[in-house]
């Protein structure tokens, strides 16, 4: 089964940080370019961040930075890690994966180009 876990998330201060983990299971990791998405309340799905097999990377321009994406292939997990937080950022996030070999760079921030997705993990940046 393919699945794909998000945890890390929770209640930080602005300006503190936190790393988020997206834990991959049921399929070859390695092969597939990675996101992290975000969804406020009343708002749509945001790409923020991508990697490809090769670990070259795209970031939206509301996060670029201030967060960085990575992976660990030998552990199937996915990282984002997330600092300088502003109260803009709360959201719930998201991992989502993509067997495309190849992702044009104007689709890689693009929730249809994903059919795996997380379950989320909510992020509030509060004081």
């Known amino acids: 089964e393919v699945q794909l876990v998000e945890s890390g998330g929770g209640l930080v201060q602005p300006g503190g940080s936190l790393r988020l983990s997206c834990a991959a299971s049921?399929?070859?990791?390695?092969?597939?370019?990675m996101s992290w998405f975000r969804q406020a309340p009343g708002e749509e799905r945001e790409g923020i961040a991508y990697i490809n097999r090769d670990s070259s990377t795209t970031y939206a321009e509301s996060v670029k930075g201030r967060f960085t994406i990575s992976r660990d292939n030998a552990r199937n997990t996915l990282y984002l890690q997330m600092n300088s937080l502003k109260p803009e950022d709360t959201a719930m996030y998201y991992c989502?994966?993509?067997?495309?070999?190849?992702?044009?760079?104007?689709?890689?921030?693009?929730?249809?180009?994903?059919?795996?997705w997380g379950q989320g993990t909510q992020v509030t940046v509060s004081s």
């Open positions: 989502a994966a993509s067997s495309r070999s190849w992702i044009p760079i104007s689709w890689r921030l693009s929730p249809n180009t994903y059919r795996t």
């Open positions: 049921g399929f070859t990791f390695s092969s597939y370019g």
